[in-house]
């Protein structure tokens, strides 16, 4: 296959194409990208048939900032006829076999999701072609590839493949998630969203357990202390604002009111700190950094706002000093992982975890 598609926020297809540029010249893989604003993807165009599949195995999603997904698509299927869709696509996608499962998407775009009812439809027939071709089995299988195949206007289409290994498991890389009735703010989500992301699900009952010491900095009115308090941990909360009354009557918060760059914490046990203040994003990170380097928490997960422009320079160039000054000062066996969430706007989650060594 000769494209890589990837799936982002509508707006930061620069950013994404940025991005893919600069990890295929990491695989020594030439191409170009296609894209325009707003249209909530970018195409890699690779410049040899074939080179699309290995850059969807080699470069890993999780890698990715600005990409929620990707897969390797065949050129661009144009004017499908509406009496029958089927056919072209059955055909472009002869040379699969065994699938595990088909996807019929569209980008995250106002316009596109216009087309999300009758992708709904049409999966049901292309489904039962498929099966009936050998490109897709029976039965869904987890452990197989992806078939995707993504309407980007009407009668237009990517198809394409991705590894299960090396995609995201939702459906056009969007968890759903609804805001609990109790939870003081929406922007709960992106911390719930950050834990489902960041942390594998079989790790969650040891990584995010009952009893253990987080701390929020820039904490009110509770959203993110509000999912931290669902499981089970104890919570500084820090911030000059009001906190959401009835997590307060939980028990399991203390307020601080204080300014959370100076915050020290009383108690040095925190396994989390989280920390959703809206501040530049250089100065958001030396504060991660100085905490690291202190030892006060084994986990963190913050957000850092975005500027205007070169989000993505900006973005990993404050991620790889990060890792410079974690080196310089001894800590030697830590992660970092960054990820522009679906519910994030102008800001990426980061999650960095200090191994213990
Ligand atoms: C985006 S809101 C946090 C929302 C929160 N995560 C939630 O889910 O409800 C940012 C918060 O950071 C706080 N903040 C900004 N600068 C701060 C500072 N220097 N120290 C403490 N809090 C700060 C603001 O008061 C504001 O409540």
Redesign the pocket.
């Known amino acids: 296959m000769i494209n890589l598609f990837l799936f982002c926020r509508a707006g930061y297809e620069k950013d994404c194409a940025a991005e893919i540029q600069e990890h295929a010249a990491a695989h020594d893989i030439g191409g170009f990208v296609k894209t325009n604003t707003n249209d909530a993807y970018v195409i890699f165009q690779c410049f040899q048939a074939g080179d699309a599949e290995i850059l969807a195995k080699k470069i890993s999603l999780d890698s990715l900032i600005f990409a929620r997904q990707m897969f390797a698509a065949k050129a661009l299927l144009k004017g499908l006829p509406e009496q029958d869709r089927i056919s072209p696509i059955v055909e472009a996608l002869a040379g699969i076999q065994y699938a595990g499962e088909l996807r019929v998407e569209t980008p995250d775009t106002n316009e596109a999701k216009e087309l999300s009812n009758f992708c709904r439809k049409f999966t049901v027939p292309l489904r039962q072609a498929l099966r009936k071709s050998g490109t897709l089995l029976d039965k869904e299988n987890p452990k197989r590839p992806i078939i995707h195949v993504c309407f980007v206007g009407p009668g237009q289409a990517y198809v394409g493949l991705s590894l299960s290994n090396n995609s995201s498991p939702y459906f056009m890389g969007i968890p759903r998630l609804r805001v609990p009735a109790d939870a003081?703010?929406r922007?709960?989500l992106k911390l719930d969203e950050a834990f489902i992301h960041f942390i594998p699900k079989e790790e969650h009952e040891t990584r995010l357990s009952s009893g253990m010491r987080a701390v929020d900095?820039?904490?009110?009115?509770?959203?993110?202390t509000y999912q931290l308090v669902r499981r089970g941990m104890f919570v500084a909360a820090?911030?000059?604002?009001a906190m959401d009354e009835k997590l307060m009557e939980t028990g399991q918060v203390k307020h601080y009111q204080?300014?959370?760059?100076r915050f020290e914490p009383p108690r040095k046990n925190i396994t989390w700190l989280v920390c959703?203040?809206?501040?530049k994003p250089a100065r958001v990170a030396e504060l991660i950094e100085a905490w690291a380097i202190n030892g006060w928490f084994k986990e963190a997960i913050f957000n850092l706002k975005l500027p205007m422009k070169t989000r993505y320079k900006e973005v990993s160039t404050i991620l790889a000093t990060m890792e410079e000054i974690l080196k310089e000062n001894g800590i030697k066996d830590f992660s970092i992982a960054a990820k522009h969430l679906y519910h994030d706007r102008d800001e990426v989650t980061v999650h960095l975890c200090l191994k213990p060594t």
């Open positions: 003081p703010s922007s709960t900095l820039g904490a009110c009115p509770g959203g993110w820090v911030d000059n604002g204080a300014d959370g760059f959703d203040m809206i501040e």
